[in-house]
């Protein structure tokens, strides 16, 4: 990747390794991107804006609002400005304090009001005592970061500023590099104009109001594949099942329970779409007849509880039967024969490809932040990707529905 007239945002924030910062700014500017820095006032306290200001060649911004002593007040949106400006964002080092306000939607400082305002991927590179960064509120925000589509790039181990070791260092400086340039490579904009659907999740099947059968996704690659299709420029639609997951930034959520739901949302914004990309995990049967208040165990008769089922509407199947000139990606979640049950299922609904995983296999599956997939394109040729983040996998789907696309 060239790093040449890319746009670049480093936000500093009021932890010990912002002293790092410096150096990054020098390494970005050296590479021929242009730079802008944003720093918090407590970020002052370790690293000096005329430092940063001379290394990346341009205005160093510390206050939300302009200087008010000055015998001329200049006021502006710049926050707005920038955030259309910017290719990318990284915040280094994201201390706790940061973190909590991003994943909370605080814009009570030049930093977090930027990253509120942005239409870019956005960085976080989080630096802290160890303590700190194991408990448990810093870790629910940073799930909560990653849920929005905030890209994290995990701390290291070893000896702290307070001498202590464990998790919490800022990682090397390239290392960082290497982040920014992994996310810029997939920041193109080549579904600018294209509508994408996608689902995720399970569905529940209602036993009675208060039981259900389901299954165990947990919707990460349907939302993965979201997030990543929007930073693309795509207009999304996620359809998603019953998931403690928040709304990913610039896309659209439809919320849904049931595998007759999914299907009815599904089909009725079919026509309008470019792609469908079909993550989520639809149960193969409801119950026949659900009943309208709880079963009580006390009336269960031999206390054994027999439930009749019902094959669920196919919806790719039904999408197969009405295809016009849309890519449609199915998935196949497998614990046997996974190639030979997905090449038939590729087959069988008329896909353009599908993607294959295990339940079984470690990092695979329900409930992690990695996959490994097997993608089968209509040939049946078939490529194993190695084990990558979510993320990662989203756009290696992304490259192949952007080469189908018309």
């Known amino acids: 990747m060239s790093w040449k007239d890319k746009h670049i945002i480093v936000g500093v924030t009021g932890g010990i390794a912002a002293y790092k910062t410096p150096l990054l700014v020098r390494e970005i500017r050296k590479a021929g991107s242009e730079i802008r820095v944003v720093m918090t006032e407590s970020a002052a306290e370790f690293v000096t804006p005329m430092t940063l200001s001379t290394l990346s060649g341009g205005e160093v911004i510390v206050n939300t609002f302009p200087d008010q002593k000055t015998s001329a007040v200049r006021a502006g949106v710049w926050h707005i400005d920038l955030a259309q400006w910017a290719d990318i964002m990284v915040i280094v080092p994201a201390t706790a304090n940061t973190i909590a306000k991003l994943a909370h939607g605080y814009a009570d400082n030049a930093v977090t009001a930027l990253a509120l305002s942005l239409r870019c991927p956005l960085l ?61 490579q997939h920041a193109n904009r080549d579904f600018r ?70 299907y009815n949302v599904v089909m009725r914004s079919l026509g309008s779409q470019d792609a469908l990309i079909m993550a989520a995990a639809v149960s193969d049967f409801t119950p026949a007849v659900p009943m309208t208040r709880k079963i009580r165990k006390e009336e269960i008769t031999g206390k054994k509880l027999s439930l009749e089922l019902k094959p669920t509407k196919d919806i790719l199947q039904a999408v197969s039967e009405r295809k016009n000139e849309i890519v449609v990606v199915g998935f196949a979640l497998e614990t046997g024969k996974g190639l030979a049950n997905a090449k038939d299922k590729l087959k069988r609904k008329n896909l353009d490809f599908i993607v294959l995983n295990n339940a079984d296999e470690p990092g695979a599956g329900f409930g992690t932040e990695t996959n490994i997939v097997t993608i089968i394109s209509k040939n049946g040729r078939a490529k194993r990707l190695p084990k990558m983040l979510k993320y990662d996998v989203a756009h290696e789907i992304l490259n192949r529905v952007a080469r189908i696309l018309p």
């Open 193 to 262: 104009g294209k509508k994408i659907l996608v689902t995720a999740g399970p569905t529940h099947e209602p036993i009675d109001p208060v039981r259900f059968i389901g299954n165990r996704s947990s919707g990460k690659m349907g939302h993965a594949i979201a997030v990543a299709a929007a930073q693309r420029g795509a207009d999304v639609t996620l359809v998603s099942g019953p998931v403690a997951i928040s709304t990913p930034k610039n896309v659209r959520r439809i919320d849904v329970e049931t595998a007759q739901e999914m």
């Open 124 to 184: 976080i590179a989080p630096s802290m005592d160890v303590d700190m960064w194991r408990h448990e509120a810093t870790q629910r925000n940073i799930t909560a970061l990653k849920e929005l589509g905030y890209h994290v790039l995990l701390p290291e181990e070893g000896q702290l500023a307070s001498g202590l070791t464990g998790p919490g260092r800022l990682p090397e400086l390239a290392i960082i590099m290497e982040a920014v340039e992994r996310i810029l």
